[in-house]
């Protein structure tokens, strides 16, 4: 074999192996049965009628599954080895955000699929719109908050939703409230999407108070 074909491959298997050990270390694996679960958890609630009508539980149960599969997609961002990751190597933001991106575009077709045939309230554009937003609400807690702390930032988001459902706030900031046509709800869920998932690429989870 050539040496510059010699060369290419080693290069080759070397960036599949970082990629296989990445994955493995953010227990990725395991975020894809967990999110095969959400799916799952939203089809039951549609056949047990938790999810019927127009009401408010039309809303409010499919939004507490999606901040579960959210909170599933940032935790899978977490390091196990905090610093020392952040000092080797270029390739590790662009891996946090492939990561990332990808396991909460997993959770979305899960999502949806599990909300076949019957489809839920919003329908796949609401599941889109909320995904979005909650994975960059959760990735945003992650970045600014340690170790367990990092779930307050979407459970407060997801309480205050809860509140803003049943109260029938149309404010575009609490996206899930609003109908699944309004452009403000769109746009400020698609900026909690791309600030979270910069904060996740750039700065990655946080795990001690002191980093």
């Known amino acids: 074999m050539p040496p510059a074909a010699t060369s290419t491959f080693r290069t080759g298997l070397a ?36 999810i019927a009508g127009t009401g408010a539980s039309s809303q409010a149960v499919p939004i507490l599954i999606e901040g579960a599969a959210a909170l599933i997609v940032t ?15 270029g390739r590790t933001p ?10 909460a575009t997993f959770a979305v077709v899960a999502l949806i699929l599990g909300a076949e ?40 988001y997801l309480g205050i939703a809860e509140f803003g459902i049943n109260a029938q706030w149309t404010s575009p900031w609490i996206w899930p409230c609003c109908p699944t046509h309004d452009r403000g709800a769109a746009i400020t869920a698609a900026l909690a999407l791309v600030a979270g998932l910069l904060a996740i690429a750039v ?9």
């Open 75 to 89: 935790v899978a961002a977490r390091s196990p080895f905090g610093e020392v990751e952040r000092a080797v190597g």
């Open 203 to 211: 700065r990655g989870a946080r795990e001690t108070s002191d980093q």
């Open 15 to 50: 960036n599949s192996r970082l990629l296989r050990l990445f994955l493995l270390s953010r227990h990725v694996p395991t975020a894809l049965a967990l999110l095969v679960g959400c799916g799952v958890a939203m089809q039951l609630a549609i056949r047990v009628h938790w």
């Open 117 to 156: 045939p019957h489809g839920i309230l919003g329908g796949n554009v609401g599941i889109l719109r909320s995904m979005a937003g909650l994975t960059g609400v959760a990735g945003l807690s992650a970045a600014v908050f340690a170790g367990p702390l990092a779930s307050a930032g979407p459970l407060l």
């Open 94 to 103: 662009w891996l946090r955000l492939g990561a990332t991106l990808g396991l």
